[in-house]
């Protein structure tokens, strides 16, 4: 397993939340400065960390957006968007923060809020036994953009790697033998496996990772305050339980 000090987004993301610039309220006809409403964009296809539920929004990331909006005195709102978006996003400026992948020259990240895994999924009866049975040979499935995308491209080229629009695209290609497997976060695999018969995760994991969220780097306003309402809901056990909540002790 490869241990890598990365701010991530199940992941993801996985998870990508996002303060709509220019957001603000008015009283008496003069303009506040500040806003009032936390745009949470997300690409919804990565359980547990953000899903569709019913009419709503649901998961890790969601959750964790609706607590740093309460801590901001904010409310949340919830766009779906591509996955590929959000950190170009945030650095244009169209959202103040993100939950995204390791970017660190284009964006600054906050502290770290959950710790992940990236697993890889093979079909039972798989050659692939191990990690280290994975090559510049292999074809490996990925959801575009990803930092199971990042680190995979990284460590076999470009040639090895086939990116899909959603992590549910990725399987039905391993599934129908269009890759030899698929490297995504752990939890999310999980839920992929559980819902399509012949398919496995190995016993070793790819690599580990953190999860963070992302600030244009002229912003250290906005990164102080999530940092200090990050804290604040670590300290008081906030964060550990909405983590609990989705994912079960192992």
Known sequence: MKLKKIVAAAMALTLTAGLLA???SKNNNEASDKKDTLIMATNATF????????NEYAGIDVEVAQAIAKELGMELKVEDVEFGSIVSGVQSGKFDIGMAEDRKKSVNFSSPYATAKQVVIVKEGSDIKTVDDLSSDTKIGVQQDTTGDIYTTDDYGDSAVTRYNKGADAVQALMSGKVDCVVIDSEPAKEFVEANDGLKILDTEYVEEEY??????????????????????????????????????E
């Open 22 to 24: 220019g957001c603000g």
């Open 47 to 54: 359980p547990p960390y953000e899903y569709v539920e019913g």
């Open 212 to 249: 963070a969220i992302c600030v244009a780097k002229d912003n250290d306003e906005l990164l102080n305050q999530i940092n200090e309402a990050l804290d604040k809901l670590k300290s008081n056990g906030t964060i550990d339980e909405i983590v609990n909540k989705y994912i079960s002790a």
